[in-house]
Each structure stands twice: as structure tokens, then as C-alpha cells.
């Protein structure tokens, strides 16, 4: 069966990214999702623990907690145009507002540029201004200061035709970000749910139940996704248990189709 996994059933791929009614687009601009243009580099399949790169030392633990609290917020969108400002105001604003205080002085201004959009997006309900090319760009910087700043596990991992590299089998707990780059032909997704407690499914038998059943058994992490030479970032804190990894894009990027993962673009992986 070619199950496709969504966070919510209802939203189709072109809807979270697009967004039909105009409401969710700001998926696409969550930090967490933040698209930067980049070469194909050497993947590790090994987690790195620690914080690394130039801004270590300036990236604040309130920051890192907030970029993985946004991406976790990517699962609970409004789906009504009405609940849209009250949605930002109440949830967005104040995470947004937290990472960006805490981010290195080099990327304070890229911080403000973002924080601005979405309070203006607050006001008006109107996701537009986190749309705008130089706030798409100034998340980008921040997503990229987040995962080379950030305590934790780090994975680097590329999505390729079909499957993912990088993604180790087993992962320590803990804070872990994610800069996922898509070096295949055709775009790509990296969506991470957990298996419930007390459950025991292997993936293909969760992608065999009925849709409606499939989020009884399983909590959405995080999802990032990024077109062919494009890397997305997401952050997630990562209790111990069974994780499934999948893409769920169509083969050939229409709108309909069978999923990647039922070309092999899905993993197991286990945290401990």
C-alpha cells in the first residue's frame, strides 16, 4: 500500500508548502525549514556531540531549546485563515523572539529581520511578510548559526534518489539539529516520527494501517525538505525510543504518485 505519512491528513504536501488558502505558507518560512543554497559535502553516518563551528561559544542553550520547539509548532498550524494571527501572536512571536535573542552577534541582524516579519505577520494575520526574499535569506543564516552553534548531536544528512545518507542507526538523547541537503534530481523530505510507547510496528507495517489509525500510533517530530543543491534545518529533542524516518514526496514531484519511501527513502533509527 502506498501509504503517504502526513502530520495531518488533511494537508497535502503542496498545501504545507504552498499553502491553497494562503494560510501555510509560513511553513515554508519556519526556522526550522530555513532553504540555503549549498554545494554537496561528505556526510557522516556518526552523530557529532558538542558544540561546533565558529559560533560555539555565542549561541545561547535558550535559543537551541527554541529553534527545536519551533520546528515541533510546524505540526500544529491552524488551518483556518481566522485563527492564523492569534496562532502567531501567541506561539510564534515569543519562540521566535527567544531564538533570536540568543543568536551570536553576527547573525543579530538577520535575527531582527526575521522577528520583525513575523510580528508584522502577528498583526495582520497575514503570512506574506515571512515570504519576503530578504527574510527567507536571513533565516537561512540563522538556521545554519543554529546548527553549527547548538550543544547536542548533530547530523548531517543528504537526501539522494532514493534514500537517506548519514542517518545513523542508533542516536544518543538529547538536543539534535539537522541540516539536510538534497543531493538528488528531484526535491526531497526528511519527516521523523516516533513510535509510541508500548507499541512494537516495523515501518512498513505503520505504513500499512489505515490512515486514520497511523497517528495513534506514532508523534511527529520534525520535518525539513529542500530542492535538488538546497539544505533545510530542523532541531528536535530526542527522548529514548523507536524513530521512523521517511520522505514522502511523490516520485517524479507531482502531486500525485506513489511516495519515496516506497522507493526505499525510509529508515529505523533507535535513540538510547
Not at 515570504?131 to 548533530?154: K, S, T
Not at 520534525?222 to 511523490?250: H, K, Q, R, S
Not at 519511501?261 to 535513540?271: C, I, P, S
Request: aromatic share 6%.
Amino acid at each position: 500500500m502506498n501509504r503517504t505519512l502526513r502530520s495531518d491528513p488533511a494537508r497535502t504536501r503542496r498545501s504545507r508548502r504552498i499553502g491553497a488558502l494562503g494560510t501555510s505558507l509560513l511553513l515554508t518560512a519556519a526556522l526550522g525549514s530555513a532553504l540555503v543554497a549549498c554545494g554537496s559535502d561528505s556526510k557522516s553516518s556518526t552523530p557529532t556531540t558538542g558544540a561546533g563551528g565558529g559560533h560555539a561559544t555565542t549561541v545561547s542553550a535558550e535559543a537551541c531549546t527554541g529553534f527545536a520547539e519551533l520546528s515541533a509548532l510546524t505540526f500544529q498550524m491552524p488551518e483556518e485563515p481566522s485563527d492564523m494571527a492569534a496562532f502567531l501572536e501567541e506561539e510564534m512571536v515569543p519562540v521566535v523572539t527567544t531564538v533570536v535573542e540568543g543568536l551570536p552577534h553576527e547573525a543579530m541582524g538577520a535575527g531582527e529581520t526575521v522577528l520583525d516579519a513575523y510580528t508584522e505577520a502577528a498583526t495582520t494575520g497575514n503570512p506574506e511578510p515571512v515570504m519576503a526574499p530578504e527574510v527567507m535569506a536571513a533565516q537561512a543564516e540563522i538556521g545554519q548559526a543554529l546548527f553549527d552553534g547548538c550543544d547536542g548531536n548533530r547530523l548531517d544528512i543528504a537526501g539522494v534518489d532514493y534514500a537517506f545518507e548519514g542517518l545513523p542507526d542508533e542516536i544518543p538523547a538529547g538536543h539534535t539539529t539537522i541540516a539536510f541537503t538534497d543531493e538528488g534530481n528531484e526535491e526531497h523530505e526528511i519527516m521523523i516520527v516516533k513510535l509510541a510507547d508500548g507499541e512494537d510496528l516495523t515501518l512498513d507495517e505503520l505504513l500499512d494501517l489505515p490512515e486514520e489509525e497511523v497517528f495513534s500510533k506514532v508523534q511527529p517530530v520534525a520535518v525539513t525538505w529542500g530542492a535538488p543543491g538546497e539544505t533545510g534545518y530542523t532541531a528536535m529533542d530526542l527522548e529514548p525510543g523507536t524513530y521512523f524516518a521517511l520522505c514522502n514526496i511523490p516520485i517524479g514531484g507531482g502531486e500525485q504518485g506513489a511516495p519515496h519511501h516506497t522507493a526505499g527513502m525510509k529508515q529505523t533509527f533507535v535513540v538510547s
